[in-house]
């Protein structure tokens, strides 16, 4: 099963939120990892601590490791590195993820913001620079879409082992199961 | 061809980045409105009208509208409404797009934070409660996925009328179009 992670580069500390749920995204949508990168926070390290603790599954988080350092190892491990950003190759109009499975190789996913080095854009760092769609939005929303598309909504239907909550789907209201207990809303 | 717009309820002025992120990711995914709800923020409503400037296309902004009015108005007029939430139909496991897409009606999609008012839930509210997974992650990305899937990829590549700036998709570096200069870095 190929394995993914998430690098996230550009985090400013006054956006704790939105890296949070950059880190909850890769994590509910299939990610194995999460890096922070060049920065420490230990606000977010807490917040994603927590959210494995209660919701389940295996999801590593790492911290103020330098970007370089990261992408460097991933390769050396055999593994690929996706950048995504607006300019790259369009999602939807070019074949690039079929190339990226063709592969066959887990992956590091890098998102970062408007201001990310040049560098990420050249062959030493990253395999293959992706656009979810060429417009502005987020590197959230792109994230979450990569990822649905490179495990085919698979990732959504995923059991997390361990969980000490855990939703029951509904058409109304809330239904969430407590360990052993069953605990209900609405 | 329907029509979708977003409403964000429950946004925070110190989460300016995360809610101009929901209101980006709705426009760039092919919605053609956004309402921000209950709330004024003259902050997001001028970055919006920024980048709609600039990247063209017509999409809509409202804010301080009570929520309970601006679904009243919608159902009005003859949409639905949707509400993601991580307790609603998992929207990979259960028919509800297909249900969504079969009432051929426009589409309010609403998305809040943990703490949204059970009548929310209510049928006199949501006609469908949809889940992008049953785990704690970000409405930023619901919507992302959530609309990537209603559209079926086809709103990444949507033309945006009237840009002054456009991206030419590209395997490296950046290649911008402005009005009609061609500029290229990397």
Chains 1, 2 share one sequence.
Not at 33 to 49: N, P, R, T, Y
Not at 50 to 72: D, E, I, L, R, Y
Request: aromatic fraction near 8%; include cysteine.
């Amino acid at each position: 099963m190929l394995k993914v992670a998430v690098l996230r580069w550009g985090h400013r500390y006054r956006d704790q939120r939105l890296t949070t749920h950059v880190a909850l995204t890769a994590r509910a949508l299939g990610a194995s990892g999460f890096i922070l990168s060049d920065v420490e926070d230990e606000k977010i390290k807490q917040a994603i601590g927590k959210v494995t603790g209660q919701w389940g599954g295996a999801f590593s988080f790492q911290m103020g490791v330098p970007w370089k350092h990261a992408v460097k190892e991933w390769k050396k491990r055999g593994g690929i590195v996706v950048h995504l950003t607006a300019y790259g190759e369009n999602i939807q109009t070019s074949a690039v993820m079929n190339r990226i499975r063709a592969t066959g190789r887990d992956v590091l996913v890098v998102v970062g913001s408007q201001k990310v080095p040049n560098e990420f854009f050249s062959e030493e760092v990253s395999d293959f620079n992706v656009a979810v769609g060429n417009q502005p939005h987020s590197e959230c929303s792109s994230l979450a879409v990569f990822l649905d598309r490179l495990f085919e909504g698979q990732e959504l239907q995923k059991e997390f082992e361990e969980a000490r909550v855990r939703i029951v789907p509904r058409v109304r209201g809330k239904k969430v199961i407590k360990s052993s207990s069953v605990q209900s809303r609405n």
